[in-house]
């Protein structure tokens, strides 16, 4: 069974960094499009940002030029670098991936368009 398994959630003051970590297991192969999703207090959750297997990389808006995605192959593990936060990036953060295509571009970017999930982790950031 696919596994998801995020870390590296916590609280900051805003304009600080954080760098979130989603280590994957039981994959059969690790090339997969991969997303980082948030979900604030009241919201739907939303996709903010997805690597594919070729290393391309999409950001919303609302995060493009401050957060990073990448993975690294061997450690079948996917990162998100948080730089500049704001308070309204306060969330659960979550980890996902396709399952199914390693292009995201051949896919939307839902929730429903992802197969398997981390459990979330906290980001908080203060004013």
């Known amino acids: 069974q696919v596994q998801l398994v995020e870390s590296g959630g916590g609280s900051v003051q805003a304009g600080g960094s954080l760098r979130l970590s989603c280590a994957a297991s039981?994959?059969?192969?690790?090339?997969?499009?991969m997303g980082w999703f948030r979900q604030a207090p009241g919201k739907e959750r939303e996709w903010f940002s997805s690597?594919?297997?070729?290393?391309?990389?999409t950001y919303a808006d609302s995060v493009k030029g401050r957060f990073t995605i990448s993975e690294d192959n061997v450690k079948i593990t996917l990162y998100l670098q948080m730089n500049n936060l704001k308070p309204d990036d306060t969330a659960m953060y979550y980890c996902?991936?396709?399952?199914?295509?390693?292009?995201?571009?051949?896919?939307?970017?839902?929730?429903?368009?992802?197969?398997?999930w981390g459990q979330g982790t906290q980001v908080t950031v203060s004013s």
């Open positions: 690597i594919d297997g070729t290393g391309s990389t």
């Open positions: 996902a991936a396709r399952g199914w295509d390693r292009y995201c571009s051949r896919g939307r970017s839902g929730v429903g368009d992802f197969n398997y």
């Open positions: 039981g994959y059969r192969f690790n090339n997969w499009c």
